[in-house]
């Protein structure tokens, strides 16, 4: 157990599929962070959330929508994917300012596959 | 723009067969560069952060480097159970949330 829990672990789609993956944190930290890993490819951030602000990579398409309801939950939604789009997606939490810091902590993630 | 760029791919290694994995890095205000390990479907887990050059830390058979380029983590009489993907990140100095920019990471294979 990480404090950090996404479910579901495997999901398979269609591209006419909506679809949400969920992120859990029970760490107490103020900030959450959606990435995706893809094979060969270094993690790439999609979105980030914090009590200040909420960053978004701007090459991310439109038919992944976050959506951050409090400091401990994070939600994905997918809608009218591609097949590209299928990865392993990694959630993740920390605490900001805090300079002795492990960075993040990440949940299992979610493997996505769409078909 | 932060780059982070690991070496090499993809390592097999003998038990007990030390060795180094690279990570160099380019970035505007370093704030801290880490290092996670990642198994076949989990999530990467924390090992090291490392804050300015010349830092170095250890942590059983791992020991993390830094220099104002590059860092290394070196495996000393490494195990088949240290086989994962090794992952470097870096954070830059710039905006409130902790921003991690990684490299494509090291998959490290150890030999029984």
């Known amino acids: 157990e990480t404090g950090v829990t996404q479910t579901p672990r495997h999901l398979v789609m269609g591209m006419t599929n909506k679809k949400s993956l969920k992120c859990e944190q029970h760490?107490?930290?103020?900030?959450m962070y959606w990435y995706k890993q893809s094979a060969k490819k270094p993690l790439e951030l999609m979105f980030v959330?914090?009590?200040?602000?909420?960053?978004e990579n701007n090459s991310v398409p439109s038919r992944f929508s976050p959506e951050c309801p409090n400091s401990s939950h994070l939600f994905l939604h997918l809608h009218t994917l591609q097949p590209e789009d299928s990865a392993l997606y990694l959630c993740a939490s920390s605490q900001n300012r805090d300079r002795g810091s492990r960075g993040y902590t990440f949940g299992s993630g979610t493997r996505l596959t769409v078909v | 723009e932060d780059q982070v760029t690991q070496s090499p791919e993809a390592l097999r290694l003998q038990e007990g067969e030390s060795s180094s994995l690279n990570c160099s890095y380019t970035v505007s205000g370093l704030r801290g560069l880490f290092w996670y390990r990642q198994d076949p479907g989990k999530g990467p887990e924390f090992l090291f952060t490392l804050y300015s050059a010349g830092e170095e830390k250890e942590k059983e058979r791992l020991k993390a480097t830094l220099t104002k380029k590059e860092s290394f983590l070196h495996i000393t009489a490494p195990k088949p159970e240290d086989s994962a993907t090794y992952l470097c990140a870096v954070h830059r100095s710039s905006g409130s949330a902790r921003q991690l920019t990684f490299g494509s990471g090291t998959q490290l294979t150890v030999l029984p």
């Open positions: 959330y914090s009590l200040e602000e909420r960053v």
């Open positions: 760490l107490g930290h103020n900030a």
